[in-house]
T-cell receptor, first 114, second 114 residues
């Protein structure tokens, strides 16, 4: 069965420190991988995606993610965290052969402390 | 990316009543989806809204409870029928374009059923 795992319910980081939000996946075939962010009382905003090519992809707000095929991971990273990065982060995967439907992780709450 | 609006943004409803949520996009889109996000949870796909035909529902969701319309390529509605407190959730509309991998989300409708 296809699935996405975000092993951490919550990640706490001090402002200015690097952050990582983890995501691993299990899908058949080659995946499309996505990160979305949800700020309090807001909808989901697209951050970045991996489709093909360079394993390191850059997205909005200084975030980046690294696709690792051997480890089936797509961890979200940022070199220096801001308090305003505090939000709920979702990893999602789509099999290239699927009809646009996404498989979602459970979400990770990121808390950046000043 | 698409500009997506949802109405209402939030509502408080009495059990046994119905609420219709509207999703409007500023451009013609190929795919429109309706999701539910229960408090503190990940997203669950309710259905794919098909233009000019009946929606395609996911397991656990039925047309009688969640009737969906999509009269054209820029608009869709989701009705939550005969509501109970268990229907209290955020309802999100998302869209996708043919040949494009990313789904974009509306701001969501926050529903509280008393």
């Amino acid at each position: 069965a296809q699935s996405v795992a975000q092993p951490e319910d919550q990640v706490n980081v001090a402002e200015g420190n690097p952050l990582t939000v983890k995501c691993t996946y299990s899908v058949s075939g080659n995946p499309y991988l996505f990160w979305y962010v949800q700020y309090p009382n807001r909808g989901l905003q697209f951050l970045l995606k991996y489709i093909t090519g360079d394993n390191l992809v850059k997205g909005s707000y200084g975030f980046e993610a690294e696709f690792n095929k051997s480890q089936t991971s797509f961890h979200l990273k940022k070199p220096s965290a801001l308090v305003s990065d505090s939000a709920l982060y979702f990893c999602a995967v789509r099999d290239q052969g699927s009809n646009y439907q996404l498989i979602w992780g459970a979400g990770t709450k990121l808390i950046i402390k000043p | 990316s698409a500009v997506i609006s949802q109405k209402p943004s939030r509502d408080i409803c009495q059990r046994g009543t119905s609420l219709t949520i509207q999703c409007q996009v500023d451009s013609q889109v190929t795919m429109m989806f309706w999701y539910r996000q229960q408090p503190g949870q990940s997203l669950t796909l309710i259905a794919t809204a098909n233009q000019g035909s009946e929606a395609t529902y996911e397991s656990g969701f039925v047309i009688d409870k969640f009737p969906i319309s999509r009269p054209n390529l820029t608009f869709s509605t989701l009705t939550v029928s005969n509501m109970s407190p268990e229907d209290s959730s955020i309802y999100l509309c998302s869209v996708g374009y043919r040949g494009k991998e990313t789904q974009y989300f509306g701001p969501g409708t926050r529903l509280l059923v008393l």
